[in-house]
């Protein structure tokens, strides 16, 4: 039994639970309709698949919430006020009826539109259960996601980042989300994408060109591969990228090491590089083996090598001076 039931989005991932997309639709749904649906909704209507699961979710309570166009017909809204450029936002958040009722401005540590909506359907969920808006957007205030677009900042004069996206229009969302952190520069992106083995192999292509259609600079690598081939995966994230984008800087190293050494040696200045698709996670399974690998500890390592060895090209060329 549940008191409230939240959805975000849907978009394709798990097909390889999921015969189709309207399957994996029907499959969330059963959380929102029918005689084990939660007693209250929260529901993002910022989609046709936020719009439809409202409709079905009709005939219990539902508090719409939106970041968007859909913003006239939801209960709650949110929308950006300014950015840091750590990323954080100062984001507004309107309650249209009910006890609680009003306009609140918060602090949101995390970056992007996708994060403002994730708060406002979080503050929608409390406010159902009967937790006010302010107190709660007081623990908002103060959350920190790991592997969830961390910055890894080891002083260096380009931005780093590690995030779980592991399918395309995650993918897609946090490119977007980085650009907007050049805050109009002429900084250019550059990622490092991998797809897992023994999963959807339907979305590896689309993540490929997700990363291309987003980014100047795609490395294809290693995810966890599990049982397959590296190399085949590897060659359907390829393929993506380059139908999408024949003209992007797109480059295959399979060692995921190396290839965020690779991504972290094209950078320059006022730049921004990004890992995906394992974030918090600390292991990468090869095989049925799980190796001990955390994007954050070798992005922290490959910046600290390029500043080594930054410094020591420095010294050398003062002492030849």
Known sequence: HFNVGGFTNLSQDHLDFHPTMEDYFEAKAMLFDGPQAADRSVICIDDEWGRRMAQ?????????VSTGSEAREADITGRQLSTEVTGAQQVELKVASGEQAGTYEFRLPMPGTFNIANAALATGMAAAVGVEPRVF???????????????IDRGQDFVAVVDYAHKPAAIAAVLDTLRTQLDGSAGRIGIVV???????SSKRPLMGAAAANGADLVVVTDDNPRTEDPAAIRAAVLAGAREANPSADIREVGSRAEA??????????GDAVI????GHEVG???GDTVHHFDDREEMARALDAMATATTLSNEESKEQA
Do not use: F, S, T, Y
């Open 137 to 151: 957007l007081e623990g908002v205030e103060k959350v920190a996601v790991p592997g969830r677009m961390e910055r």
């Open 284 to 286: 990468q399974l090869i």
């Open 194 to 200: 991998g797809a897992g083995g023994d999963r959807d």
């Open 275 to 278: 890992v995906v698709g394992k």
């Open 260 to 269: 965020i050494d690779e991504v972290v040696a094209w950078a320059q200045p």
């Open 56 to 64: 079905r979710a009709a005939a219990r309570p539902v508090i719409q």
